[in-house]
T-cell receptor
């Protein structure tokens, strides 16, 4: 397997910043995606990273280091609606599959 | 527009029933996917269709039978399911398969309960 690894759960306060990490096997790496999934709903695409560096989209940013097989998703100015599971998914060359991590459950409290 | 639609939203069926799940997208995407997701687990890939042809079957039991009637539609026919098949079934689509920017967009899912 591609050993996509994510921590499982974290709690943070409204207005705070959280960082969700993801590590993966680097061989054949093609791209990395972050999805948000609220309980009982479908995953919603947040961002993708192909090259090293930081991609910023409003309150959400995603970082990639291809040499380290590492990515993180940064959530700023947390809102209650950000309580969800955040899934890291990796695409590999010659492969029609997305390898999903187990997801990181973020709970935002007042 | 990045919308993938799925029907029904909820389905309850007995182990002897035959039912079908439907998925539709009008984004011109040529790859479509079925996933199964259990609570607190990531989505598990079941099938991939590329240009209306089945390209991946992840060793899914034959009681699940996919069908792609055209480039916009994807069905999943269900027959003689087991209670452990109860899950959220997600459909997704992407522009193509295997290129760098092939983001998969997910439908809202069908919550299936097998009694």
């Amino acid at each position: 397997g591609q050993n996509i690894d994510q921590p499982t759960e974290m709690t943070a306060t409204e207005g705070a910043i959280v960082q969700i990490n993801c590590t993966y096997q680097t061989s054949g790496f093609n791209g990395l995606f972050w999805y948000q999934q609220h309980a009982g709903e479908a995953p919603t695409f947040l961002s993708y990273n192909v090259l090293d560096g930081l991609e910023e989209k409003g309150r959400f940013s995603s970082f990639l280091s291809r040499s380290k097989g590492y990515s993180y998703l940064l959530l700023k100015e947390l809102q209650m609606k950000d309580s969800a599971s955040y899934l890291c998914a990796v695409s590999y060359y010659g492969n029609n599959r997305l390898a999903f991590g187990k997801g990181n459950q973020v709970v935002v409290i007042p | 527009d990045t919308e993938v639609t799925q029907t029904p939203k909820h389905l309850v069926m007995g182990m002897t029933n035959k039912k079908s799940l439907k998925c539709e997208q009008h984004m011109g995407h040529r790859a479509m996917y079925w996933y199964k997701q259990k609570a607190k687990k990531p989505p598990e890939l079941m099938f991939v269709y590329s240009y209306e042809k089945l390209s991946i079957n992840e060793s899914v039991p034959s009681r699940f039978s996919p069908e792609c009637p055209n480039s916009s539609l994807l069905n999943l026919h269900l027959h003689a399911l087991q209670p452990e098949d109860s899950a959220l079934y997600l459909c997704a689509s992407s522009r193509g398969v295997g290129t760098i920017t092939d983001t998969q967009y997910f439908g809202p899912g069908t919550r299936l309960t097998v009694l």
